[in-house]
């Protein structure tokens, strides 16, 4: 009797391990392609043709889930969790955007802001770097990401030399896109 229930134990601890595994190598690919359209389209007007969209499904998974129905305490909406303020500042160089609150529109302002964000980060270079700067800044504030690497000062503009100075919150969103475009990537250990 002993033995059957150890052996029951043992297979339940394997079972939970296997579909921990699995929801660690979720991958963006893994998801619904509900939205994909939006993210792609708009990837390539903000990013060009060679930019990978999946950047930004990654995001708004980090975001929101993709739920176009998600609501922040602080206020954000959408699948791309936009404060209103924000959206408002991007509507008047966008005046096509319509609602805050429809998948397309908040897709679409959410990559334009990114783009907006990864413009202004000159000193890491173009690619994974620059872009991982500018989701910490779309998490954290642009200001708050800039002062913090002012004082890090890493010879290489690095996001690993500045991701342990950028509050909790900030570091996990910006790994969590990471394992979610590349789910070899070490899970978050602090």
């Known amino acids: 009797m002993r033995g059957i229930l150890l052996t029951s134990i043992l297979l339940a601890e394997v079972i939970i391990e296997s ?3 699995a929801a660690q190598k979720q991958h963006v690919d893994d998801w619904s392609d509900k939205y994909d359209s939006h993210f792609r389209k708009n990837s390539k007007h903000y990013f060009g043709p060679g930019f990978d969209w999946r950047w930004f499904k990654a995001q708004a998974i980090a975001e929101s889930g993709l739920d176009p129905d998600a609501k922040s305490k602080t206020g954000a909406r959408g699948i791309m969790q936009i404060l209103p303020s924000t959206y408002r500042d991007i509507k008047k ?10 998948p397309r529109w908040n897709i679409a302002a959410g990559i334009y802001y ?6 202004k980060w000159r000193s ?5 770097e620059r872009l991982y700067f500018s989701f910490g800044s779309y998490n954290a504030g642009y200001s708050r990401i800039s002062r913090i690497f002012k004082k890090v ?3 290489e503009a690095s996001w690993k030399l500045v991701e342990y ?9 910006v ?7 590349n789910p070899e990537e070490p899970e978050d250990t602090d």
């Not at 890491?124 to 994974?128: E, F, M, T, Y």
């Not at 100075?165 to 969103?173: E, L, S």
Request: hydrophobic share 25%.
């Open 19 to 21: 579909g921990a595994l």
């Open 153 to 155: 000062e890493p010879p």
């Open 114 to 119: 990114v783009r907006r964000l990864y413009s």
């Open 124 to 128: 890491p270079p173009a690619g994974d």
């Open 165 to 173: 100075h950028v509050p909790g919150q900030t570091r996990h969103y």
């Open 93 to 102: 160089k966008n005046p096509q955007f319509r609602d805050l609150q429809t």
């Open 175 to 181: 790994r969590r896109i990471q394992r979610l475009m």
